[in-house]
């Protein structure tokens, strides 16, 4: 579904990214780790449409989509849940909600969307009327969350969806993740710097250092790896 190939981008005249290449499947969850600065929040700025890359070539679908506006993205199915989530604090849960659905403008089925919304977050039903700067971190990520999934993706990109989420949260939003992987049939490229959480509940995973993909694999493998346990997994 997804090809990056030997993709490089930056910010002016620096890159951040070196000729990184990776795939996601149809169907697929797969992990994007590695330490702070490594280069994956970029990474998913450039799937996005929100970088242009100065090397190298995205394919989406089987789709030349290099450089593509996000807004066009979009309508092709791919949507990103960023990093800090950027929700509309003085918004209501269900105005933040109904912004999801920009990409589908035009058709039907807007409640059948927060059936299924409510269905993976049932707190937010709750909520519905609630300014989204009184929700707790938790309840604004599986806003977010729940606000991307309004458009129907066919490829969600996740970026730290742990990021300043109560440890007990944390599991919850996970197993939410994978509840939309498997009964929606949605892929899923997650970028998560909780290693160990982001290899359980991957199917294969890409390591990132200084801007390059260092190593990748089967999740399974790689958190059993030496390597990757002393560098990632504190083992």
């Known amino acids: 579904m997804l090809k990056v190939d030997n993709l490089s981008a930056g910010y002016g005249r620096v890159d951040v990214l070196s000729n990184v290449s990776l795939e996601v499947h149809a169907g697929e969850v797969v992990a994007l780790v590695g330490v702070n600065g490594a280069g994956k929040s970029t990474l998913m700025t450039v799937i996005a449409g929100l970088l242009r890359p100065t090397r190298g070539t995205i394919m989406f679908d089987g789709r030349d989509v290099t450089g ?11 949507a990103l849940v ?31 969307d927060l059936d299924e919304v409510f269905k993976c977050f049932p707190v937010l039903k709750q909520r519905i009327g ?28 996740l970026d730290e969806p742990s990021l300043g989420i109560a440890p007990r949260v944390i599991e919850l939003i996970f197993d939410i993740i994978l509840d939309v992987n498997k009964r929606l049939g949605t892929t899923i490229l997650l970028v998560e710097q909780n290693t160990s959480l982001a290899l359980a509940v991957s199917s294969r995973a890409y390591v990132m250092a ?7 694999g089967p999740s399974a493998d790689l958190a059993r790896s030496d390597i990757i346990r002393q560098a990632y997994l504190h083992g």
Do not use: C, K
């Not at 849960?93 to 039907?108: A, P």
């Not at 200084?210 to 990748?216: C, D, E, K, R």
């Open 130 to 157: 609630q300014t989204v700067s009184t929700l707790s971190g938790g309840e604004q990520q599986m806003l977010a969350i729940g606000r991307a999934l309004m458009a129907r993706p066919r490829l969600l990109l």
């Open 210 to 216: 200084n801007g390059s993909i260092v190593t990748q």
């Open 68 to 78: 593509m506006a996000a807004h066009r993205l979009a309508h092709q199915g791919l």
């Open 82 to 112: 960023p990093e800090g989530r950027d929700l509309f604090p003085d918004m209501s849960v269900i105005e933040n909600l109904q912004m999801g659905r920009y990409s589908r403008r035009g058709e039907g089925g807007m409640d059948g």
